[in-house]
């Protein structure tokens, strides 16, 4: 069906951060996918777990143990700090997890109408409530009746949060992206997250931090949240996870982990053997090849690059990033730079109308990120000029 406004573009062969289309053209990919394939496209290691684990077994079914997807959670805990995760198959679908968790945590302390916050500007995906919680009124417009429970706030604003908090006492969480991707790349301040958890704590509810882009490396620490130093009660991620094999994760710690019991969720796909392997593998991989430094410190370059050439560029009005994730915001509406950039064979996409977002994948390396960088100010100069 017609969900999306397609490219007339066909790629058919990756290498690293660079992509082939059908005519044998290539492309410097600082997309990733939108945060997917933080490991590049055909690393060989995944390409060579996948078909490992494809000749030996695909799928049982969860009501048997999965070794692979034992290791994974054990694995995934570890670098994240949390306690136990339950698998799915996409970003949105472990958003789903994340909701039923405050929901089944409003109702244990009798709440009336388990209410849980969420942030304008956010993007939380494409199911009822996901699409519900996502703060953009064009992800809702013509699915009402959405679905109940959610109160919204604006994005780094804790106070406002604390105040509704409040005054109401249905709330039972707070659901909200410690960056906002599709929003446009907006880091919060440096104490957000821990004010949230501070009040979270004072009013137990449960802190739900969506992770499904800013995870697995993507800002140069296995989580995002960890650049605060806050653990959440519940966090969900899913993008990098896999290197473009589908898998979602809902994690949670403490009593927001034993809230789930046999029969109160499930899936038939999600944490099935193959997709366990690949995830496994790419955290491996990110550890054994240092991913977060580089990530850090090649996310840092080309914010330096670019800002060298744009920063006080008339239609420029903000670059800002964290390790590989990192925001252009021009002054004007820039979609058009989409297809500039095309021209010159590099992929970047434009969110919230106004905002160039890079995502490089993590292996990117200096070379690569001094290319990034040049076209990058080309395709601005060249929408300028055409203004
Ligand atoms: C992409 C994304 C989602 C949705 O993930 P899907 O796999 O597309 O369902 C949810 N939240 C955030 C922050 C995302 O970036």
Known sequence: MSTYARKDITFTKGQGIWLWDENGEK????????????LGHAHPKIANVIAKQASALLHTSNIYRIRTQEQLGDRLCA????????????GAEANEAAIKLARLHGNK?????????????????????????????????????????FIRAPFN?????????????????????????????????????????SLCDQHNLL??????????????KWFACHHQQVLPDVMTTAKGLGNGMPIGACLARGAAAELFAPGSHGSTFGGNPLACATALQVLTTIKEDDLLSNATSMG????????????????VKDIRGCGMMIGIELKMPCTKIVNLAL?????????????????????????????????????VEDFQQRL
């Open 300 to 315: 840092q370059l080309l914010v330096d690059t670019l800002k060298q050439t744009l920063a006080d560029h008339p239609l």
């Open 109 to 149: 302390q009798s709440i009336k109408i388990p209410t849980i916050i969420v942030c304008e500007n956010s993007f939380h995906g494409r199911t009822m409530a996901t699409l519900t919680a996502t703060g953009n009124r064009k992800a809702h417009a013509g699915f009402e009746p959405l679905v109940a429970g």
């Open 343 to 379: 021209e010159k064979k590099l992929l970047v996409n434009v969110t919230a109308n106004n905002i160039i977002r890079l995502l490089p994948p993590l292996i990117t390396s200096q070379d690569e990120i001094t290319m990034i960088a040049n076209l990058i100010c080309e395709c």
């Open 207 to 220: 802190l739900m931090l969506d992770e499904i882009q800013t995870g697995n490396g993507r800002t140069g």
């Open 157 to 197: 604003d804790s106070e406002t949060i604390a105040e509704i908090c409040k005054n109401n006492s249905n709330v039972c969480a707070i659901l909200v992206e410690p960056i906002q991707g599709e929003g446009g790349i907006h880091i919060p301040n440096n104490t957000y997250l821990q004010e949230l958890r």
């Open 79 to 90: 670098v994240s700090n949390m306690d136990r995760a339950f698998f799915c198959n996409s």
């Open 27 to 38: 492309y410097l990919d600082a997309l990733s996918g939108i945060a997917v394939c933080g």
